[in-house]
């Protein structure tokens, strides 16, 4: 495919187009606009806002919301002209790419790890659908980039988030940081119940 090609949107394109537009696009504006809620319960200390806590937060939130809505938008103008261009299909798989990057890195531990990664986030089977369909038309150098940035992801979390950021690794870890961290006790509940975790 080349630089100045139009690539005609077929029916399985189509889809993963649609599924890019509801779920990134609708994550990237709520992610936008919802800047007014409630403080996150770990960015207290000492009884009011710490606001280096929430400046982190709000740059992280506001980082994915952009990421979102540029993989979207993509979709959306996508559908709307019919086709796209070599171009906007490599920025769909770098986009996708990413994402999974960062959900290799932040792996959690047993059941809740595999639930949250293979059945909750549709970017690993829309980057598996990418690869085996469409791979031969974008730049190989661009793909190998996408590659690297899985595998960096992989590093990444057999370095540093088993053996640092979740020491020990397993669930009863996650469990009592996120009740130290000030998550609700309904949260954690159902986080047991994805888990398997029994009192």
């Given at each position: 495919m080349g630089a100045n090609d139009l690539l005609e949107i077929g029916t399985l394109?189509?889809?993963?187009?649609?599924?890019?537009?509801?779920?990134?696009l609708s994550i990237g504006v709520y992610e936008i606009?919802?800047?007014?809620s409630k403080e996150k319960p770990w960015n207290i200390r000492n009884?009011?806002?710490?606001?280096?806590?929430?400046?982190?937060?709000?740059?992280?939130?506001?980082m994915h919301a952009a990421v979102c809505f540029l993989l979207g938008f993509i979709a959306l103008n996508g559908l709307l002209e019919g086709s796209i261009t070599r171009f906007e299909l490599e920025l769909i798989f770098l986009s996708l790419?990413?994402?999974?990057?960062?959900l290799w890195m932040v792996a959690l531990p047993g059941r809740l790890?595999?639930?949250?990664?293979?059945?909750?986030?549709?970017?690993t089977s829309l980057q598996i659908v990418m690869f085996i369909f469409f791979a031969d038309l974008i730049r190989p150098w661009v793909m190998y980039?996408?590659?690297f940035f899985n595998i960096w992801g992989f590093i990444?979390?057999?370095?540093?988030?088993?053996?640092?950021?979740?020491?020990?690794?397993?669930?009863s870890t996650i469990r009592q940081d996120?009740?130290?961290?000030?998550?609700?006790?309904?949260?954690?509940?159902?986080?047991?119940?994805?888990?398997g975790h029994s009192k």
């Open positions: 394109l189509k889809i993963v187009l649609w599924v890019e537009v509801i779920v990134y606009l919802d800047s007014f009884g009011k806002v710490n606001s280096y806590l929430a400046m982190r937060e709000i740059v992280s939130y506001k790419a990413l994402i999974m990057m960062l790890g595999f639930i949250v990664i293979f059945l909750t986030k549709p970017e980039l996408c590659i990444v979390y057999f370095v540093q988030t088993r053996k640092k950021s979740i020491y020990p690794y397993d669930y996120a009740l130290d961290a000030g998550l609700e006790v309904s949260k954690v509940e159902g986080m047991d119940k994805v888990a």
